[in-house]
């Protein structure tokens, strides 16, 4: 492996040699999702609200925000986003339900 080689190249050569991937290249380094989340966080801050909590993003909505920006979203882009908004919704509860039992 060269000098300067990236911590992936390096993985990549470890599972190369051995034939077990490693953990870390299961998921995408997050430089190369980082326009999703800019792009998720953009749809999100309109995002409607519910009698008690705040509404899952809907297809819709994700329509609504490539129309308004221009934006052109591949499907597993949107898919992505979608994912990504269960995740926020997740942490969202998870910290209303922390404060509550402070």
Do not use: N
């Amino acid at each position: 492996m060269q000098s300067g080689a990236s911590i992936r190249q390096h993985l990549h050569a470890a599972w190369r040699a051995t034939g077990d991937k490693p953990a870390q290249l299961e998921t995408p380094p997050v430089g190369a999702m980082a326009y999703l989340l800019e792009w998720f966080r953009d749809a999100a801050s309109g995002r409607q609200s519910g009698y008690a909590e705040p509404c899952a993003l809907a297809w819709g909505e994700i329509q609504a925000w490539q129309a308004l920006t221009g934006t052109r979203l591949e499907p597993w882009q949107a898919v992505v986003m979608r994912k990504l908004d269960h995740l926020w919704l997740r942490a969202w509860r998870a910290g209303r339900e922390k404060k509550a039992a402070e």
